[in-house]
Nanobody
Framework: QVPLVESGGGSVQPGGSLRLSCAAS????????RGWFRQAPGKQRELVAE???????NYADSVKGRFTISVDNAENTVYLQMNNLKPEDTAVYYC?????????????WGRGTQVTVSS
């Protein structure tokens, strides 16, 4: 069972846009935070954006004004709209989510989707 599955990655030119999706299987336990991380070769995985169950969002400074995170709770799907993409956005993007299962705080990760921005 894969709890989170990303889709929507691909190759685009600088200035282009992509929309990533991350679907989660339905569960008795809901995520209280969902987000997107990314990791480029040779670099640490970094937070891109997060959204809480209450709708509070956080963004990395590097993507503010360009990326938008949103969630469709009915579909258990979180999205990352990426506009005005730059070469430095190239990375594997990972969906994550945190939830309590039987009182235990758990973090789940997708397998990642590649985003490549180049001319």
């Amino acid at each position: 069972q894969v709890p989170l599955v990303e889709s929507g990655g691909g190759s685009v030119q600088p200035g282009g846009s992509l929309r990533l999706s991350c679907a989660a299987s339905r569960s008795i336990f809901s995520f209280y935070t969902r987000g997107w991380f990314r990791q480029a070769p040779g670099k640490q995985r970094e937070l891109v954006a997060e959204i809480s169950s209450g709708g509070t969002t956080n963004y990395a400074d590097s993507v503010k004004g360009r990326f938008t995170i949103s969630v469709d709770n009915a579909e258990n799907t979180v999205y990352l709209q990426m506009n005005n993409l730059k070469p430095e956005d190239t990375a594997v993007y990972y969906c994550n989510g945190r939830k309590y299962e039987y009182g235990i705080n758990r973090t789940y990760w997708g397998r990642g989707t590649q985003v490549t921005v180049s001319s």
